[in-house]
Nanobody, 127 residues
Framework: QVQLVESGGGLVQAGGSLRLSCAAS????????MGWFRQAPGKEREFVAG????????NYADSVKGRFTISRDTSTNTVYLQMNGLQSEDTAVYYC????????????????????WGQGTQVTVSS
């Protein structure tokens, strides 16, 4: 059974930083690409960042490029999202998720391509 547990959210002033963590349990963590998504109140869930199995490839939404960095530690089955230069528009619940297809060669950005999701962590940026 796969479980994803996010942590690291909180309240931060505009321009500040946070680092989110996603601890994964279950087998074969390194067989899957991982992603971060977010959902703001009244808005649809959107892709934020994705990372390949061993971290050699990453993909970012245009809105976070240059500010956010996704990484993973294969020894501890943890995925991170370092968020710098936070803006009020980044306020949302952030979720990590696992690509449903093992060994996929590319990082997908559609939520329906991910099968396991964490419970989410709230990020609030005050202006």
């Amino acid at each position: 059974q796969v479980q994803l547990v996010e942590s690291g959210g909180g309240l931060v002033q505009a321009g500040g930083s946070l680092r989110l963590s996603c601890a994964a349990s279950g087998r074969a963590f390194n067989n899957y690409n991982m992603g971060w998504f977010r959902q703001a109140p009244g808005k649809e869930r959107e892709f934020v960042a994705g990372i390949s199995r061993f971290g050699s490839s990453t993909n970012y939404a245009d809105s976070v490029k240059g500010r956010f960095t996704i990484s993973r530690d294969t020894s501890t089955n943890t995925v991170y999202l370092q968020m710098n230069g936070l803006q009020s528009e980044d306020t949302a619940v952030y979720y990590c998720a696992r690509d449903f297809r093992p060994f996929r060669p590319s990082i997908v950005t559609t939520g329906s391509e991910y099968d396991y999701w964490g419970q989410g962590t709230q990020v609030t940026v005050s202006s």
